[in-house]
């Protein structure tokens, strides 16, 4: 039996020391920008926006972390120290003024502390800075269409890619911006509610027929960042990425003349002759 026993231990011990292994070795090959094989944290951030989502996620642990160890010590004392056979005769006291003052205002001061950063945080969000450049994006079902309107009122549709990787997030035409430039971007739906969400951007804002939302980012690196659509929109509700290529601002002119050609006047929407997500 004992010999069972330090088998199934080590085991055990094999099992989890794999797949710590995975995990570390899944993180630290991630991509910026897309989901990763055993990700337990948030994505790396890419706009001043997620660093300070990430500093207020961090903060939040510390202090819960620390209130539930707290907590814990007090039921160990209570047991340990006021069990029936540590006191046959309890204690008849009834009211305690300091706990009672204490019990009252750490948890107030306690949510003012979270408060402060939660709020400024918001305003953060909420706050759209003068934009250096607009962007319309429009939820379909299910597929999304970008505008331009201050680099030639220029749109087009991306779709989801089959052909492409990361698998789900690829798209056919991905939205393209420049770096360290302000983006806002102006969402609204089409037919039902979609949601535009991008990890990396700490960007999140609904997509609803007949209103107009706008959230901002402003991206501090180049590459691919992915995102989808977070509401439940219909059957293809999976198969609606958001593609954003981040490039320095000579590529970003470039691709600005290119796109004016390719989708001038609408006219080469990709819609019509692009495979759907599903069969």
Known sequence: MRMSMGRMGRQLLGLAVAGLTLATGGVASAELGQPAPWEWTLQ???????????????????????????????????????????????????????IEVAWTLVPVLILVGISVPSFRLLFLELDVPKADITI??????????YAYP???????????????????LGVDNEMVVPVNKVIRVQVTGADVIHAFALPAFGVKIDAIPGRLNETWFKATKT????????????????FMPIAIRVVEDQEFASWVETAKKKYASGG???YASAAGPTQ
């Open 44 to 98: 790396q951030s890419a706009s001043p926006v997620m660093d300070n989502i990430i500093w207020f996620h961090n903060f939040l642990f510390v202090l819960i972390t620390l209130i539930t160890l707290f907590v814990l010590a007090l039921l160990v004392v209570v047991v340990v120290k006021f069990n029936a056979r540590a006191n046959p005769v309890p204690s008849r006291t009834t009211h305690n003024t300091l």
């Open 136 to 145: 319309k994006a429009t939820g379909k079902q299910w597929y999304w269409s």
């Open 150 to 168: 201050d680099n030639g009122k220029f749109e087009f549709d991306s779709l989801m890619a089959q052909d492409k990787q990361p698998r789900l």
């Open 223 to 238: 590459g691919m960042f992915y995102g989808q659509c977070s509401e439940l929109c219909g059957k293809d509700h999976a």
């Open 268 to 270: 080469t929407s990709t």
